[in-house]
């Protein structure tokens, strides 16, 4: 079974313009998170999707968001961006839901804002 | 608000010996726990989890251990290998909600 892909790899943007990040989850899953990791503040949960609808956000600002479609796949989206976005986001996927889920995690976008 | 720490300098082992690190955590009473590595440029990868009214879980050279009373988790590897070598994250998740709140890792090296 292939794992999580996310595409692109690697992304450089400008201050102020906006990004579209995309995650594939694993054939079969249904749910998908996203995160943002940095040096400074670690691994911090964005949001997740299941079915089509938000269940969970963290507590990341409006420029932050994201959707996802009926074959699981999800985009997140960041406007305006500034410096502080430069992170590796991180997508995770898992079966359903259930309290003891284990998140699978694709390789990441690098995302550099200058 | 909830804290996780996990020891932010690396843990630098000899090739053979028992690497232990260790997760706290104040402010959150999880309803599970789990141990991530990850490996630079790569997303993390599950290796094992373990609920709160479980004392111990292992799996081949791992062994997780939880304690509620100290809020603590200690992660072992037994006869630790230079492959080890990673940053191993905690995650504690909670009754009912989905999201995980992971610490900011510790970085094993494992020397030949």
């Known amino acids: 079974k292939a794992g999580v892909t996310q595409t692109p790899r690697y992304l450089i943007k400008t201050r102020g313009q906006q990004v579209t990040l995309s995650c594939s989850p694993i054939?079969?899953?249904?749910?998908v998170s996203w995160y943002q990791q940095t040096p400074g503040q670690g691994l911090q949960f964005l949001f997740e999707?299941?079915?089509?609808?938000?269940?969970n956000k963290g507590n990341f600002p409006g420029r932050f968001s994201g959707r996802q479609f009926s074959n699981s796949r999800s985009e997140m989206n960041v406007s305006t961006l500034e410096l502080g976005d430069s992170a590796l986001y991180l997508c995770?996927?898992?079966?359903?839901?259930?309290?003891?889920?284990?998140?699978?995690f694709g390789p990441g976008t690098r995302l550099l804002v200058l | 608000s909830q804290k996780i720490e996990q020891n932010s300098e690396a843990l630098n082992i000899q090739e053979g010996k028992t690497a232990t690190l260790t997760c706290n955590y104040t402010n959150y009473s999880p309803a599970y726990l789990q141990w991530y590595r990850q490996d630079p440029g790569r997303g993390p990868v599950f290796l094992l989890l373990?609920?709160?009214?479980?004392k111990e879980k292992r799996k081949e050279r791992l062994k997780v251990t939880f304690d509620t009373t100290l809020k603590q988790s200690l992660f072992h590897i037994t006869a630790s290998q230079p492959a080890d070598s990673a940053t191993y994250l905690c995650a504690l998740g909670g009754t009912g909600r989905r999201a995980l709140t992971f610490g900011s890792g510790t970085r094993l090296q494992v020397q030949p």
């Open positions: 054939s079969g899953h249904r749910s």
């Open positions: 999707y299941f079915s089509e609808t938000q269940r």
């Open positions: 995770a996927s898992s079966l359903q839901d259930s309290l003891q889920e284990t998140q699978y």
């Open positions: 373990i609920r709160e009214n479980e």
